[in-house]
């Protein structure tokens, strides 16, 4: 089973997606353009209908480290930032041509109080909490090749394999060139 995106079986989410859909703002992200920036306020979250984002955290050394991705249908946001109105502790990067839908942080706050589900923001941020305690234990004991397959049965293969090759093709030219 996958250790990654257990909120997205919650009650709740299905009703979420939908209020996206009627309510949402569509917006049109081009490839290694930004959803949101590392230190920056955003009021946004977004459903994804199309296309995907990488999560980038950085090194003391300001090292990029990818730390998560959303693809199509799913959200994409600085969850924990936007609910407690601080700056993003991360940058969310468009992979390629997406597509999303966009609700401020009001009208998200107005659906939670008004879905009917009893506390669906705390469980919602409960799952959230838990799928990334499992994301640091995994990136503590498992290898490479174990989170690798985490992410392909939770997430769209073709996607990831395009993210990867395009990640990967990077790492080797900077390799070569520093061997060179």
């Given amino acids: 089973m996958p250790i990654l995106k257990k909120y997205m ?10 209020f996206f859909i009627e309510k949402g703002t569509k917006k049109e992200y081009r490839k290694n353009e930004f959803f949101v920036r ?5 009021h946004f979250a977004g459903f994804i209908l199309k296309g995907g984002f990488r ?17 199509e249908n799913d959200f994409v946001a600085s969850y924990s930032s936007l609910q407690i109105q601080q700056p993003s502790i991360i940058d969310a990067q468009a992979v390629g041509k ?18 009917g589900i009893t506390n669906f923001r705390s469980k919602v941020a409960e799952t959230l909490l ?3 305690s499992n994301r640091l234990l995994s990136l503590y004991c498992d290898s490479q090749e174990e989170r690798y397959l985490k992410l392909i ?6 996607t990831i394999l395009y993210c990867s090759f395009n990640h990967y093709f990077r790492l080797f030219a900077e390799c070569y060139l520093t061997f060179k």
Avoid: M, W
């Fill in 9 to 18: 079986d919650l009650d709740g989410i299905p009703e979420l997606r939908q």
């Fill in 38 to 42: 590392l230190g920056q306020n955003h």
């Fill in 55 to 71: 999560y980038i955290g950085y090194t003391s050394e300001g090292k990029e480290q990818i730390i998560g991705y959303s693809f």
């Fill in 98 to 115: 997406s597509t999303v839908l966009l609700l401020t942080y009001e009208e998200l706050d107005a659906f939670y109080d008004n879905c």
């Fill in 130 to 132: 838990n799928d990334s």
């Fill in 153 to 158: 049965e939770c997430c769209n293969l073709q």
